[in-house]
């Protein structure tokens, strides 16, 4: 094999091998706004409400929780961490107009980009909280059936796994979701 040869098949491996340790960059939707801040200071004033508003309604009576963007940025920033190879990394959710819009990075095999699902959040005729998937973006690149299923069952594990608890045994009577806020009212069962 003569030298130039040689050299042109050494590149070749040279690229090949470059573009198998790189990943390819699809893209996907920018984030509407900054950065939301994640923090385990928010991970304990989501709990420390959930504690206050258990121990102080009382059966029958009304209660109403208050989340932030920072705070269930936190709670899902927590619960992807736990979770070991999760599909979603560095969670935003932003709370607007009667959705959770969550954007973060995802990264499958040689792929990786944004993403953007708005989700719903609602109750069912027992008052017992609904998530659901209303639309999901990455960029040019659609996201496969599966990775939504796996998606809808980790925002349901997160939402019922950290703020499902203090839910037990509260009849979900609506829940507003604007300007970076979500409120949920419910009562206590008797």
Not at 101 to 123: E, M, N, P, R, W
Request: proline share 7%; aromatic share 6%; charged share 20%.
């Amino acid at each position: 094999m003569t030298k130039p040869y040689r050299i042109l098949i050494l590149l070749l491996l040279l690229v090949a091998g470059v573009s198998l340790a790189c990943s390819i960059q699809v893209g996907g939707p920018e984030q509407p706004g900054p950065t939301i801040p994640v923090s385990t200071e928010a991970l304990d004033q989501v709990q420390e409400s959930l504690d206050a508003a258990r121990q102080s309604v009382q059966p029958g009576e009304l209660v109403t929780l208050t989340f932030t963007e920072s705070q269930l940025s936190s709670v899902l920033a927590s619960e992807l961490d736990a979770r070991p190879g999760s599909l979603i990394q560095d969670p935003q959710v932003y709370l607007k107009d009667g959705y959770l819009d969550i954007y973060g990075q995802v990264s499958k095999g040689f792929l990786a980009g944004s993403v953007h699902l708005t989700v719903d959040v609602s109750f069912d005729e027992n008052g017992n909280p609904k998530l659901n998937i209303v639309s999901a973006d990455m960029g040019p690149v659609p996201l496969p059936e599966w990775i939504l299923e796996k998606v809808s069952k980790l925002l349901d594990e997160s939402f019922t796994g950290t703020i499902g608890p203090v839910l037990t045994g509260i009849r979900i009577e609506g829940i507003v979701i604007d300007d970076g806020v979500m409120v949920i009212l419910g009562r206590f069962r008797e």
